[in-house]
């Protein structure tokens, strides 16, 4: 008789922005085989319908601000699950290591012993300008690009202004006057942004203005989260570029 204990695994996916085509082949093959699937609220929940029949579902979503499972708690879910030689899928929207948390879960399984394996994922950071009209880089126009947080916690200012020609800020809904204030420091107010909210889903709204008047914009339109603010001359190149999807 084969006493040798099963060895769980944890794959930690990124599954890309709202819309399910866009995790990557590798990530659902290995969601399709997963025994357990924890995941957050951001993912698009069409995706689980590709979980097989038997497979247990935790969701540990955490929605602005509120969470439904603490880190600790996800961080030891996994590491019980693995421990139980199960399979694990961890679903992460967009990419597991872009301000997902990937990197302090992978460690801590990793400090345990426990087997894990990243899955990349398009990242929000990307996609949702790509979707909407805004490459981040363009030849003679935008050479560099800075990825923030937009979130100001109370202990904590807005960061400094990145130095780049693209800024882009995840996270950027709650604090974006803030956020706008720290970079007319180092930008004139005629500096061309966008807000894209729900970006890669049915719901999607892009706004874009200056950094005079994207605040008011914002706020008149009661923009929710999940939304990318994008700051930038690449921003123009959406009234040529962008085509509404099927
Ligand atoms: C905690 S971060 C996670 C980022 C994720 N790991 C990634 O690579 O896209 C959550 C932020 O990502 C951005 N985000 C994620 N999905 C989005 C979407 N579909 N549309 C717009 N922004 C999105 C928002 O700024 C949101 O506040």
Do not use: W
């Not at 979130?151 to 006057?177: F, G, K, Q, R």
């Not at 966008?194 to 005079?212: H, Q, S, Y």
């Amino acid at each position: 008789m084969n006493r040798e204990k099963k060895q769980g695994k944890v794959y930690l996916i990124g599954v890309g922005p709202g819309d399910p085509e866009l995790i990557t082949i590798k990530g659902l093959r290995f969601l399709k085989r997963a025994e357990v699937v924890l995941y957050d609220h951001l993912i698009p929940m069409d995706l689980l319908k590709e979980v097989s029949r038997s497979a247990r579902l935790i969701p540990v979503g955490k929605k602005h601000g509120a969470h439904s499972m603490s880190q600790d708690a996800i961080n030891e879910c996994l590491f019980h699950e693995a421990q139980r030689g199960k399979k694990v899928a961890r679903l992460k929207g967009g990419d597991p290591y872009v301000f997902g948390r990937g990197g302090e879960e992978i460690l801590f399984l990793k400090a345990r012993g426990v087997d894990v394996e990243v899955v990349p994922g398009v990242s929000s950071v990307i996609a949702v300008p790509a979707l909407a009209g805004i490459p981040l880089t363009q030849r003679h126009l935008a050479m560099t690009v800075a990825v923030a947080s937009g979130h100001v916690t109370e202990d904590n200012d807005p960061i400094p202004v990145p130095d780049a020609d693209t800024l882009v800020y995840v996270m950027c809904v709650s604090d974006l006057d803030k956020t706008v204030k720290q970079i007319l420091k180092k930008r004139s107010a005629g500096t061309p942004c966008a807000v894209i909210e729900n970006g890669a889903m049915p719901g999607e709204r892009v706004l874009v203005g200056t950094l005079r008047n994207i605040v008011h914009k914002s706020r008149t339109a009661k923009l929710v989260a999940p939304a990318v603010f994008v700051v930038g001359d690449v921003v123009r190149l959406r009234a040529r570029i962008f085509t509404k999807r099927a």
